[in-house]
């Protein structure tokens, strides 16, 4: 069972910035490839980055590259997303995944879900 929680939304300005947690349980964080996702009601969630926790390698969906940046923390099985410069098209609701593939991709259908999420407002 995947365990999940994430944190850290809230509502800011234009210009501003957040940053997003996800704590993972102990047997959810040993799988290789953790991500961020986000959701507008009504559309399809997007994957915005990957980490591969054995190796620290990233990458990022082309709308975020630049602003935004993926982290972990081993110790705490925590994953961080933080997110600069923000712009009204970042609101969404933001939701952490992890799969055990050996290659990390942002394809929705290669990842498991278990958390709440959590929501960014961007107001212009």
């Known amino acids: 069972q995947v365990q999940l929680v994430e944190s850290g939304g809230g509502s800011v300005q234009a210009g501003g910035s957040l940053r997003l947690s996800c704590v993972a349980s102990e047997g959810t964080y040993r799988r290789t490839c953790m991500a961020w996702f986000r959701q507008v009601p009504g559309e399809e969630r997007e994957g915005v980055a990957w980490?591969?926790?054995?190796?620290?390698?990233?990458d990022y969906a082309d709308s975020v590259k630049g602003r935004f940046t993926i982290s972990q923390d081993n110790a705490k099985n925590t994953i961080y997303l933080q997110l600069n410069s923000l712009k009204p098209e970042d609101t969404a609701m933001y939701y952490c995944a992890v799969n055990g593939r050996s290659w990390c991709s942002l394809r929705f259908g290669e990842y498991n879900f278990g958390g709440q999420g959590t929501q960014v407002t961007v107001s212009s």
């Open positions: 980490i591969d926790t054995r190796r620290g390698s990233t």
